[in-house]
Nanobody
Framework: QVQLVESGGGLVQAGGSLRLSCAASGRTFSSYAMGWFRQAPGKEREVVAAVRRNFGDVYYADSVKGRFTISRDNAKNTVFLQMNSLKPEDTAVYYC??????????????????WGQGTQVTVSS
């Protein structure tokens, strides 16, 4: 198992920026990919961004391309999500997750076994 702790959420105005962090501990060698997911009130959970740990290639949801950037620091077992030009529709609870093994659809939620507690991001209009 991998334990995950998110931080960096908060309240910002539209057009502002926020940076989320996710610290991993435990069996961190059992990590093929890490991702950020979000769930807004009354909406289904959706993938925001994901990164393959060894090679660094990334996946972004269409709704955040050009605005969000996922990055990693493997030495510190940490991943980040830089969020710029925030919109009210970005308001959600953001979750960090770990995929312990290969899956052809490695960005999909079903590939992830370990989840953090979530951090609230609220964007006011």
């Amino acid at each position: 198992q991998v334990q995950l702790v998110e931080s960096g959420g908060g309240l910002v105005q539209a057009g502002g920026s926020l940076r989320l962090s996710c610290a991993a501990s435990g069996r961190t060698f059992s990590s093929y990919a890490m991702g950020w997911f979000r769930q807004a009130p009354g909406k289904e959970r959706e993938v925001v961004a994901a990164v393959r740990r060894n090679f660094g290639d990334v996946y972004y949801a269409d709704s955040v391309k050009g605005r969000f950037t996922i990055s990693r620091d493997n030495a510190k077992n940490t991943v980040f999500l830089q969020m710029n030009s925030l919109k009210p529709e970005d308001t959600a609870v953001y979750y960090c997750a770990n995929a312990p093994r290969y899956d052809i659809n490695w960005w999909a939620s079903y590939a992830y076994d370990d989840w953090g507690q979530g951090t609230q991001v609220t964007v006011s209009s």
